[in-house]
């Protein structure tokens, strides 16, 4: 038995967990013909709970029971995994929907396919004892970010942020912790955990409470993909909502599990880490449209609302058809 597993029950996990996935319809079934055809997807980080379906899938035996070999690789920094798969050396990735647009704008053949994250777990967090309310209130501080990327400009653009300092982060907490004014860009599903066990009061707010809320973990595939192997891609769709259903019901099999993959020791996290993870990040999975239509769903208003959004910020997507750049024919809608 998984260790943390004695906090969840605490929260009433069994009963929490069940009443958000009710009513979500089961996947579609299994694609038929299929022979453990080998599939390759890579991973957008190293194993941590925020990928927990996509593993749940494979320590299940759900991609298995589809046809699918699958073969989860670790991520790769060095790697531009979007063209990999648009070159046929990769059949699935894991890519925020702003990337897709970009990189299917600037000729890349992918596709949008299955979404996981329903709301961006991405955001900022702050010492509590500064005078911060919410995004709008970032002006005089120090920011610790990632290089400049669509949210930074949206928000900006919203906000009119003066007298900032910006840092880039190098993952370390270094610069959070030096500058008592400090922002830190983090997931609101780890880096608050880290900060609360250095005995840090902090407070944090998502940036999609801006406004600004891509879908952040899409599974992307190619036109080639699509065309050729369209049971193929069914197949994988099928079966990783599957396992981010069986995920969200019984997070047990996977978080015991994530310690041990090989490339666990680059990013490893404890066993506490992994379930504060996992408890933050279920409303994230299940809410906003999955309620309707459930785990998986992507939908037109969501990337006509972010094309215009990148384009109002200065990234123009010139010539792309939106529509072009995902799909709705292998989930639930």
């Not at 599939?39 to 379906?53: A, H, I, K, N, R």
């Not at 940036?207 to 809320?213: C, E, L, P, R, V």
């Amino acid at each position: 038995m998984y260790k943390g597993l004695n906090i969840v029950a605490r929260i009433g996990l069994a009963a929490g967990v069940m009443s958000l996935i009710s009513g979500i319809p089961a996947p579609r079934a299994h694609a038929s013909g299929l022979s453990q055809i080998t599939v390759t997807q890579m991973m957008s980080w190293d194993p941590q709970p925020e990928l927990g379906g996509q593993y749940a899938a494979e320590i299940l035996g759900y991609y298995s029971q589809a046809g699918l070999n699958e073969d989860l690789l670790p991520y790769d920094s060095k790697l531009d995994a979007l063209k990999a798969v648009s070159d046929g050396k990769l059949s699935f990735v894991m890519a925020g929907a702003d990337q897709l647009l970009t990189a299917r704008a600037a000729g890349l053949h992918i596709v949008g396919i299955m979404n996981t994250f329903q709301i961006n777990p991405q955001c900022f967090m702050w010492h509590a004892n500064e005078n911060i309310q919410s995004l709008a209130d970032l002006s005089g501080h120090t920011i610790v970010r990632t290089a400049v990327n669509t949210w930074w400009k949206y928000l900006i653009q919203k906000y009119h942020y003066t007298n900032l300092k910006q840092i880039d982060n190098d993952y370390s907490f270094k610069d959070f912790y030096a500058h008592k004014d400090s922002v830190l860009e983090c997931y609101v599903t780890s880096e608050p955990f880290v900060a609360h066990q250095a005995g840090k009061d902090i407070r944090w707010a998502l940036i999609a409470d801006s406004g600004f809320d891509p879908y952040p973990e899409m599974m992307v595939t190619s036109d080639a993909m699509i065309k050729n192997h369209p049971d193929t891609v069914q197949a994988f769709v099928n079966a990783s909502i599957r396992g981010w259903e069986a995920y969200i019901a019984d997070p047990t099999p996977v978080l015991s599990r994530l310690e041990s993959y090989p490339d666990a020791k680059d990013y490893p996290l404890s066993p506490q880490a992994l379930l504060y993870g996992y408890i933050h990040l279920r409303s994230l999975v299940t809410g906003g449209e999955a309620r309707l239509h459930g785990i998986g769903t992507i939908s037109d208003r969501r990337f006509e609302e972010l094309a215009a959004q990148m384009r109002s910020v200065g990234i123009p997507l010139k010539g792309l058809d939106v529509k072009s750049a995902y799909t709705l024919q292998f989930v639930p809608h």
